[in-house]
């Protein structure tokens, strides 16, 4: 009892209990109540030398080698265990592990008697020449007629090589037969080489003409082939030449049509920068008239309406002039201040439709930066600034003064900023006079001179920084 399994080669083999004949794995468990054993189905390889006799009543030795081994299919193994397997007398193998080869006594003799008898069956129906002829035939036959009788066995022909048929004791046939075919063989040579060497000698008569013959014509059919590559060549050359003509021609005219049309296209693209910078201009003139135009609109209302508030107002004078002057000064200056406001709401309006044109315009050109250099290149700002800055330059005498007014100590002293604001009233007087040529009032410049010379000792020595006036140059600390 246990579970067994089988070698590759192997098959396991079991009886008993639960099994109806015999049962066949590589396999399985083995109970109490049953039995096992195992088959290889190796192939074996068996020789024999059988001794036959053709139709002719010629006895051979017919030496054979056969490679037989059971037949790999569940109906051949079958067989072959309940058939072949344990001994010759019934009695069972020796060892249940060691499986049982194919290569017994009596399986081999079982063999050699099939074999034995259906070769001897076909020899008999054949000649001697016809076996020596149909060789492969006469293998096919007795593979054919042994198998068909070993497959109730459960056996198969792996393979089956039939030597040279030998003489049996006491029979020479196939010496003579081997002598007489040397001797043929010899003499058969002999007229060979005499036939081969006549054949020689007129065939080497014959392609030595056939040599001349051939290389005349060979001369002439290439004179007459050199002659037409010429011809050929000559031709090629020609439509050679007219091709490459026509595709530089081609060619040239196709550089030109490109040409043309990048000019006309260049013309074009022209043409249309011109027209929008036209349209352009024509936006920022319709623009520019249209905010004058409002401007003067609004500013001519607003004279005229002046104008009649004027009026208005100096007739109501006349008529309330008994009313105290200070309501009339008082009346007079709100109204003036209203009218202001309202003027200047008017130019904030105005400037405001000015910049609603201006952001039209920034638009046309591309952002305000676009309106900016445009504005600039407008007004040639760029040239005045670059004027402006020569100029600036040109010349420079620069005239600085520089004074202190600073207090000796930080005493507290209630009248030091107004005595300070005087103090700076005449070096500053005097530095506009001199560098601008601007006088100060009459009422001013007649003042006593003890004061202002009393000024400027006092900004030059007092307090702890001095300060120093010069025409034109100045300097402190």
Do not use: C
């Not at 569940?74 to 007398?89: C, E, F, I, S, V």
């Not at 009695?91 to 079982?110: C, E, F, L, Y």
């Not at 030998?166 to 063989?185: V, W």
């Not at 000792?457 to 034109?472: Q, V």
């Amino acid at each position: 009892m246990g579970y067994h399994v089988a070698d590759a080669n192997s098959y396991i083999v079991i009886t008993g209990g639960g099994v109806e004949d015999v049962k066949i794995v590589k396999k399985a468990w083995v109970w109490a109540w049953q039995k096992q054993a195992k088959i290889s189905i190796s192939p074996f390889d068996f020789e024999i030398t059988l001794q036959a006799m053709t139709i002719e009543k010629l006895q051979f030795s017919l030496p054979a080698v056969f490679t037989i081994g059971p037949d790999d299919t569940p109906t051949a193994l079958r067989k072959y265990a309940m058939l072949l397997t344990g001994n010759a007398d019934g009695t069972p193998a020796v060892s249940k592990n060691t499986p049982t080869s194919t290569g017994r006594n009596h399986v081999q003799d079982i063999v050699k008697g099939i074999i034995e008898g259906e070769t001897r069956v076909i020899v008999s129906g054949m000649t001697m020449e016809e076996i020596f002829k149909e060789r492969q035939v006469f293998k096919t036959k007795i593979i054919e007629n042994v198998q068909s009788e070993l497959d109730q066995f459960g056996l198969k022909i792996y393979n089956a090589n039939v030597k040279e048929l030998q003489d049996t004791q006491g029979s020479e046939y196939f010496k003579f037969l081997s002598r007489k075919a040397h001797e043929g063989a010899s003499n058969q040579a002999k007229v060979d080489v005499a036939n081969a060497r006549m054949i020689g000698e007129i065939g080497e008569a014959e392609k030595r003409g056939r040599t001349r013959q051939e290389i005349s014509k060979i001369d002439a059919q290439t004179a007459v082939l050199e002659t037409q590559r010429k011809s050929e060549k000559a031709q090629a050359d020609a439509e050679l030449t007219t091709t490459q003509t026509r595709l530089n021609m081609g060619i040239n005219l196709a550089q030109i049509q490109a040409t043309r049309q990048a000019e006309s296209r260049d013309a074009e693209l022209q043409r249309d920068v011109e027209t929008k910078r036209a349209e352009m201009e024509l936006e920022r003139r319709r623009a520019t008239d249209l905010v004058h135009a409002k401007i003067e609109r609004e500013s001519a209302q607003q004279t005229a309406d002046a104008k009649f508030y004027a009026d208005t107002k100096g007739a109501d004078g006349t008529l309330y002039k008994q009313r105290q002057d200070a309501e009339a000064a008082y009346f007079r200056t709100t109204k003036e201040a209203e009218a202001a406001f309202y003027a200047k709401k008017k130019e904030a309006e105005g400037i405001a439709e000015m910049a609603k044109a201006y952001g039209h315009m920034s638009d046309v050109l591309g952002g305000p930066q676009g309106l900016l250099q445009y504005m600039m290149l407008q007004n040639n700002t760029y040239e005045k600034l670059a004027t402006a800055n020569a100029k600036a330059i040109n010349g420079l005498q620069p005239k600085i003064t520089v004074w202190n007014t600073g207090a000796d100590s930080g005493a507290a002293d209630s009248t030091a900023p107004i005595r300070n604001l005087f103090q700076s009233l005449p070096p500053l007087l005097s530095t506009i006079n001199e560098q601008t040529g601007i006088a100060p009032p009459s009422w001013l410049a007649q003042m006593p001179g003890q004061g202002y010379t009393a000024g400027k000792e006092m900004m030059a020595t007092k307090g702890g920084k001095n300060g120093t006036l010069t025409n034109g140059e100045g300097s402190g600390h």
